[in-house]
């Protein structure tokens, strides 16, 4: 029987509650004229109404409950605001030195349950014992030629037939190093190893989230948390091989994939981080943001390079600042900072051709000055690498 009226057709259950079709339509029927103002239909909108609110109040008590609960049991990723004078978690003053007072997280760091290790950090060891020198590409500011330089590094580097180079793309939300390569269009295929990278050369592999995307154009929307997964995935997952450079292409900042990337390679003896800048002062204060990421981290820096330091003209040979380095560009800066400054690029418009065309610069312009200073950073870099001390010697923080 109908919970608004006593007619006698087979009702219909609404969160429990017995209503006619009548009352659902808001039709007459004989036993209510007008279930749409009557008291009685008024009465029973109500009733559903408070039921409904009773029912998923208690629903999210209980899914409150549920989630506290799973937050106090487990080693929390979310871990809020943390003072700045913060001893870590791996510290054995987490949760115990004074900056801790009053901080949320202090329980949590006193428990110890905050330094647990994730095991993908030693499965991306494992894996990496097959890739001899590690490089990560960082930049400040989006727009210096991060990827380019990237892309310029691992073409240089694979001159060298008997080199086997890798090039890896984590900048998630924006893959430009399959245009840049000349791979746009490519697939990644798994094979009972795990993926395996897209070859440019016989010893040149490429791996970018871009291979995974049906159209260039897609955007990738994804949170902090996919994107690591994503990071973790090409690290761990991917069937590199022998390598005697692995080079990560970054986003611009020192957000989620640059900790994801040195927190994953952590035991993996990371050579160190290149960073491209460009001369004018707006882009050398966030490259400074990114000297102090790195030392925080115990990232070693190999050194910095001054992308688009100047224009030279192709037809009257003039130099012009077309970024003037009105507080003296990356040179004082690594003076002031102690850091080695691996060369200068100048601008040269056939470079964002090649890129374009996806075709290496150095082999389209071998006379350029860029390509001479692109030759001349490569070979300060190959040899650092050369000079580093064996795996094992070094330790980033986590």
Request: contains cysteine.
């Amino acid at each position: 029987m109908c919970f608004c009226c006593d007619t006698k057709e087979i009702p219909t259950k609404v969160l429990g509650i017995d209503l006619c079709s009548s009352i659902l339509k808001g039709t007459e029927t004989p036993q209510a004229p007008d279930h749409r103002i009557c008291g009685t239909h008024a009465l029973s909108l109500r009733f559903i109404s408070r039921s409904w609110r009773i029912r998923l109040g208690a629903s999210r008590r209980k899914y409150a409950t549920a989630v506290s609960g799973d937050r106090r049991g487990v080693q929390s990723s979310r871990m809020e605001e943390v003072p700045h004078d913060c001893p870590g978690t791996g510290s054995a003053q987490a949760g115990r030195g004074a900056s801790c007072q009053g901080c949320p997280n202090q329980r949590l760091c006193a428990s110890g349950a905050g330094a647990a290790p994730d095991p993908a950090i030693e499965e991306i060891k494992e894996k990496m014992k097959t890739v001899k020198h590690k490089i990560l590409v960082l930049s400040g500011k989006g727009g210096v030629g991060k990827s380019t330089f990237s892309a310029h590094l691992a073409h240089g580097l694979a001159e060298d037939e008997n080199t086997q180079v890798a090039l890896l793309d984590i900048d998630i939300c924006g893959p430009s190093i399959p245009k840049i390569m000349g791979l746009e269009g490519e697939q990644v295929h798994q094979s009972g190893s795990g993926w395996s990278p897209v070859f440019l050369e016989d010893n040149l592999g490429v791996m970018s989230v871009g291979f995974l995307l049906s159209s260039p154009d897609d955007a990738v929307i994804w949170r902090g948390p996919k994107k690591n997964g994503m990071i973790k995935q090409f690290l761990r997952d991917v069937d590199w091989g022998e390598l005697d450079y692995l080079i990560v292409d970054t986003p611009p900042g020192t957000s989620d994939e640059h900790l994801s990337a040195v927190q994953y390679l952590a035991g993996a003896h990371i050579d160190g981080a290149v960073l491209i800048t460009t001369p004018q002062e707006v882009s050398l204060q966030d490259v400074r943001k990114e000297i102090s990421f790195c030392h925080k981290v115990k990232l070693p820096i190999i050194g910095v390079v001054e992308n688009m330091s100047s224009f030279l003209c192709p037809r009257c040979q003039k130099e012009s600042q077309i970024f003037p380095p009105t507080t003296g560009g990356a040179e004082v800066m690594c003076q002031d900072l102690k850091i080695p400054l691996l060369g200068k690029v100048p601008l040269d418009p056939r470079i964002a051709k090649s890129c374009d065309k996806g075709q290496s610069f150095l082999v389209e312009a071998p006379d350029s000055p860029a390509t001479l200073a692109y030759r001349s950073i490569i070979q300060r870099i190959r040899e650092f690498c050369d000079l580093r001390p064996p795996e094992g010697a070094n330790h980033v923080a986590s």
